[in-house]
């Protein structure tokens, strides 16, 4: 059965760093995209970035561009979301999530029905 769970989140001041795990058990992470994604109260859950099967193709929101850095390590099972320069607009719960596919060199930052998620971690900015 394959389960995600995040870590990482925190409290951080403006400016600072996190950098953010997704143990991911249950399947071999092979044959499957990741994608960062998260939510405020109120607004709906956003992609922030993405990182295909094969690890050679990734993508990232505007807003996060140059700041954050995806990666992947299938060895340790593990999805990572480095994250700098952080800002008080960053506050939001970060989901993992996982989505089969067979297309090696692409992933998607837009929610899925067949992504498979995380429970999510709290990250908030602040002074």
């Known amino acids: 059965q394959l389960h995600l769970v995040e870590s990482g989140g925190g409290l951080v001041q403006p400016g600072g760093s996190l950098r953010l795990s997704c143990l991911a058990s249950?399947?071999?992470?092979?044959?499957?995209?990741f994608g960062w994604f998260r939510q405020v109260p109120g607004k709906a859950r956003e992609g922030v970035s993405c990182i295909s099967s094969s690890g050679s193709s990734t993508n990232y929101a505007d807003s996060v561009k140059g700041r954050f850095l995806i990666s992947r390590d299938n060895a340790k099972n593990t999805v990572y979301l480095q994250m700098n320069g952080l800002r008080p607009e960053d506050t939001a719960v970060y989901y993992c999530?996982?989505?089969?596919?067979?297309?090696?060199?692409?992933?998607?930052?837009?929610?899925?029905?067949?992504?498979?998620w995380g429970q999510g971690t709290q990250v908030t900015v602040s002074s």
């Open positions: 999530a996982a989505r089969a596919t067979i297309v090696q060199g692409m992933c998607v930052m837009t929610v899925r029905r067949d992504h498979a």
């Open positions: 249950g399947f071999a992470l092979d044959n499957y995209a």
